[in-house]
Each structure stands twice: as C-alpha cells, then as structure tokens.
Nanobody
Framework: QVHLVESGGGVVQPGGSLRLSCAAS????????MGWYRQAPGEQREVVAA???????VYADSAKGRFTISRDNAKYTVYLQMNSLKPEDTAVYYC??????????????WGQGTLVTVSS
C-alpha cells in the first residue's frame, strides 16, 4: 500500500501565504514526477504545478510568479509554497505522484485533498 498524505491547508486572507506539504509513504521503488492540482466548487480539476524527480518545475499560468513547488526526495515529500493568494485560489488542493512499484509497474496516486480558502 502506498499513500499520499497532504497537510497545510487552511483559511488565509487575500495577499497571504500558505505552504502545502505532501508525503508519500508505503513500499515502492521510486517516486517519479509529483504535482499539485486543485478543484474549485463547480469546476474541473486543474494542474497547478509539477516537478520532476530531478527537481525541474513547471507551473500553470495562474501560479507563475506566486507559487513555488519543491521536493525533498529523501523524504518523498513535495511542497507548494503559495504567496500573494487571491480569492480565486480557493479550492481543494490535491497532491499527485507517479509511483514506480517493485514490480516495475507505474501508476498515478492521489492524495485526499486539502482545502485552501482565501477570504477576508
């Protein structure tokens, strides 16, 4: 069994900051790409940022200049530092990881989601 556990969501005022964390646990060979997605009420899930195992990040246009994705491979953990938050950033944020199993299979794993609310 492999799990992703997210933390760091909450309520913040516009212009504020939050840092999300997502740690993988269980038995696996390797974690490849990791990423953060979000889903606002009534909207489809969308990618926010992703990062390769080598640390190369990519960002959605909405996240560029405000959010920073990073990872600690020794801890199998990915982070999302969110600054200058806006009300439109309000959503459930999901962690995603590309997991390589001991049997050399690969599958996409999702966390349970953490709610971020930006409101005054």
């Amino acid at each position: 069994q492999v799990h992703l556990v997210e933390s760091g969501g909450g309520v913040v005022q516009p212009g504020g900051s939050l840092r999300l964390s997502c740690a993988a646990s269980g038995s696996f060979l390797r974690i490849n790409d990791m990423g953060w997605y979000r889903q606002a009420p009534g909207e489809q899930r969308e990618v926010v940022a992703a990062i390769t195992s080598g640390g190369i990040p990519v960002y959605a246009d909405s996240a560029k200049g405000r959010f920073t994705i990073s990872r600690d491979n020794a801890k199998y953990t990915v982070y999302l530092q969110m600054n200058s938050l806006k009300p439109e950033d309000t959503a459930v944020y999901y962690c995603n990881a590309d997991v390589r199993t001991w049997s050399r299979n690969t599958f996409a794993l999702w966390g349970q989601g953490t709610l971020v609310t930006v409101s005054s």
